[in-house]
């Protein structure tokens, strides 16, 4: 059994209350370890630590903070192997993919911003003819709490982490009690890099009660969270009364543009991916793919029998391009969307059924999807299903392909594909999102803002964008 503790002031701790959740493998379908359920008196404690810390952390040099992270970095490098079977073991995904992806990007968020700290800077403003001159401090806010989903777990976990650290914050941090196992690994390695104890505090357990106690802290003074649509809601509703700093990072529901002018091959093989890479459940992953009449009919065809071709197996099995998907509830939500698809009219082109895998009957397999929707109204199209399953339909002209693909309650992703720069220039001005990929799916420049808009949240994290989050700007005006 692989018992997790809680992180706080650099020791690792058992709930107070003795309250522990099962940890499913969602490869097999076993419980494989438990999790602390913590309580507010955990919360409490971790929230004692960080501010205790806070005092010397907040004046600890950038140069040593920068040291710190991008060690953290190298550690996390060095373990690469360990982390990647430890995160495919807890999430289903295929080990590749945590080697190649989830655990180097969460070593490259401790180094980029290890490195983005000792490049932030602040503006100043000379009051010409009144002889006074404004500057802004940004100053760190405190003990800051972040919040983190399953999908991508020690990812996006660090993502949040790493800027409110860099910026001078103590950290108050919960990951996804369905994917606590490379959180609770990362505590060793805060330790052997000589993270200063207490600066960052790793709590587990429920949203309704770890996340939960955390949010309603009066003393925790930002949020940033990732997470479902209703979850970032009800975040808001909590600590918008109470004036906590938040950025909400939330679903997604993103369409997948083609026109016939594209590169049809990069195009079909990016769209594979942006389909199903992560088993579909990636917040940025295209569901909605629409297509331009002339070339739907070919597409349509290339396109199933390429999907026809990926492997779902056991995420330890190196053939393997589809794992498990994360959690028995989870796959039950998915299947449930594709009766709805049904019911809805929509035409299975390919996949819908679960997956046995041999010696692994009980994990969590589904085939990968693809779903001729008779219109973009219906539920498959509207609702975030957050697994392998796309939707296909064909569109006439950029007018009706621009309203089908804003009119959704989202707005985190849309990807465009076209060689025509006019109607790129005119399709990225308009299209309600966040993020607008042309030609291309997931390409990340660290530097650069993340985040939606409409139902897909508040606030953007990324490059300077989550420094600037996780400080108060002041202003000083100086007379002379
Ligand atoms: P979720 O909202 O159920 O949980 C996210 C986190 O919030 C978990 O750690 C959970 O324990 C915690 N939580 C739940 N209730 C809480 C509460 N009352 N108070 C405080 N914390 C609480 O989301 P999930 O199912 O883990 O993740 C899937 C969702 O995340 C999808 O909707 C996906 O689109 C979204 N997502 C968004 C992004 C993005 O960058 N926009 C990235 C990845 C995932």
Redesign the pocket.
């Known amino acids: 059994m692989n018992n997790i503790k809680n992180y706080i002031n650099g020791n690792f701790h058992d709930p107070i209350q003795n309250n522990w959740l099962d940890n499913y493998c969602p490869a097999n379908g076993e419980v494989y370890g438990q999790i602390p359920n913590s309580s507010k008196e955990d919360v409490e404690n971790a929230y004692i630590a960080a501010k205790s810390a806070f005092p010397s952390w907040s004046q600890t040099t950038l140069e040593e903070r920068s040291r710190i992270l991008i060690k953290i970095s190298e550690l996390l490098e060095a373990n690469l192997q360990r982390f990647a079977e430890a995160e495919s073991k807890d999430n289903g995904k295929p080990i590749s993919l945590a080697k190649e992806i989830d655990i180097p990007r969460a070593a490259s968020n401790f180094r980029f911003f290890g490195n983005a700290i000792t490049q932030f800077a602040s503006e100043s403003h000379e009051s010409v003819g009144h002889n006074a001159i404004n500057y802004t401090l940004r100053q760190p806010i405190g003990v800051v709490g972040c ?6 777990p020690l990812y ?1 976990f660090t993502w949040k982490i790493a800027p409110a650290l860099a910026a001078g914050n103590c950290v108050v941090a ?5 994917t606590p196992l490379t959180a609770f690994l990362l505590g060793e390695i805060c330790n052997e890099a000589g993270l200063p104890k207490g600066v960052l505090n790793i709590v587990h357990g ?3 009660t770890t ?2 106690a ?2 309603e802290h009066p003393d925790i003074k930002a949020i940033s ?5 209703a ?1 970032g809601a ?2 808001a509703k909590v600590a918008a009364p109470m004036f906590k700093k938040l950025s909400l ?4 529901k993103n369409p997948n543009i083609i026109f016939a002018d594209c590169d049809y091959d990069d195009m079909l093989n990016t769209t594979l991916r942006s389909s199903f890479a992560n088993q579909g459940q990636i ?1 940025l992953c295209g569901s909605r793919i629409f297509v331009e009449a002339s070339i739907y009919e070919k597409f349509k065809t290339d396109f199933v029998a390429k999907v026809k071709q990926l492997k779902v197996g056991h995420p330890s099995d190196t053939a393997t391009t589809i794992g498990a998907l994360v959690s028995k509830p989870h796959l039950e939500k998915v299947m449930d969307y594709i009766n709805i698809a049904k019911s809805e009219g929509g035409n299975l082109l390919c996949g819908g059924q679960k997956v046995t895998v041999k010696d692994f009957e009980n994990g969590y397999y589904l085939q990968p999807t693809v779903i001729e929707v008779p219109n973009d109204e219906c539920r498959v199209n509207q609702e ?1 299903i ?1 697994g392998p399953v796309v939707t296909i339909m064909p569109f006439n002209s950029e007018d009706d392909v621009l309203q089908m693909a804003n009119k959704v309650k989202y707005g ?1 992703s849309a990807t465009l594909w076209t060689n025509d720069l006019k109607r790129t220039m005119r399709m990225s001005n308009q299209l309600q999102s966040g993020i607008v990929w042309v030609n291309t799916w997931m390409m990340r420049d660290l530097r650069t803002l993340f985040g ?1 808009v409409k139902a ?2 508040v606030g953007r994290e990324g490059g300077f964008e989550a420094l600037r989050f996780f400080t108060e700007a002041k202003n000083v005006c100086i007379k002379y």
């Open positions: 919040i983190s989903p399953w999908n991508l996006l919960k990951p996804s009690e369905v429920l949203g309704t996340g939960q955390i949010i969270f990732t997470g479902g649509t979850t009800h975040i990072e939330l679903g997604g917040c975030e957050f985190l939606g897909s949240g």
